[in-house]
């Protein structure tokens, strides 16, 4: 499967617990994305990576929050001191760097704060 | 799982019927459009997308149809099936403007009843 990866699928934490997700893009391309969903609601934007590069961060993202792509390949998500508030889907999605392109998102990790 | 659709609007269709979803976008710069079909416990799958130079495009089975006057947007199943049931979401992107995230509208139930 060459699609886009995502690990865990699924996390339980209590509040206050560190946690960090990993995602694996679509080998070719240059542009990573995080998005967050709650329940009922459609994905919102959380930052994108072009290669190792972060350009861009919603205000969203608390300083408890931060991603990172080392090496222009996979990226990680961390959020520390969770909260029951930041229960929710974090996706990841990928694209090429080339003008118009579709994103293509990754199964998601669902996260549980206790 | 859990579901997607928790609290949104539903569009219920007997099988073989043709389903029309409506979306209405928020930025009249967008000039990019895409639609997604989310099935409980999954990332959104990419269905077809419109550049704002186009009315209406084709793919299998779907349609989309664009209109920038009213920044309103269609997306036409012909033929619906079970396996058509999801949530679907359209999304945005000012892409020309240097912008890449997604802006995602509230998405529909589309419930394929045999």
């Known amino acids: 499967d060459t699609g886009v990866s995502q690990d865990p699928r699924h996390k339980i934490t209590k509040r206050g617990q560190n946690v960090t997700f990993r995602c694996d893009p679509i080998?070719?391309?240059?542009?990573l994305y995080w998005y967050r969903q709650t329940l009922g609601q459609g994905p919102e934007f959380l930052t994108y990576?072009?290669?190792?590069?972060?350009?861009?961060k919603s205000r969203l993202l608390s300083d408890r929050f931060s991603a990172e792509r080392p090496k222009g390949s996979f990226s990680t998500l961390e959020i520390q001191r969770t909260e029951q508030g930041d229960s929710a889907m974090y996706l990841c999605?990928?694209?090429?760097?080339?003008?118009?392109?579709?994103?293509?998102f990754g199964p998601g990790t669902r996260l549980l704060v206790l | 799982g859990e579901s997607v659709g928790l609290h949104l609007p539903t569009l219920s269709v007997q099988e073989g019927d043709n389903s029309i979803i409506n979306c209405a976008y928020s930025?009249?710069?967008?000039?990019?459009f895409i639609w997604y079909k989310q099935e409980s416990g999954k990332g959104p799958q990419f269905i077809i997308d419109?550049?704002?130079?186009?009315d209406k495009r084709q793919g299998q089975r779907v349609t989309v149809l664009l209109n920038k006057t009213v920044k309103h947007l269609s997306l036409q199943i012909a033929a619906t099936q079970p396996g058509d049931s999801a949530v679907y979401f359209c999304?945005?992107?000012?892409?020309?403007?240097?912008?890449?995230?997604?802006?995602f509208g509230t998405g529909t139930q589309l419930k394929v009843e045999l």
């Open positions: 999605a990928s694209s090429p760097s080339t003008g118009l392109e579709t994103q293509y």
């Open positions: 080998s070719e391309h240059n542009r």
């Open positions: 990576f072009q290669n190792e590069a972060q350009l861009e």
């Open positions: 930025n009249s710069a967008s000039d990019y």
């Open positions: 419109i550049r704002s130079n186009m």
């Open positions: 999304a945005e992107n000012f892409a020309t403007g240097g912008g890449n995230k997604l802006t």
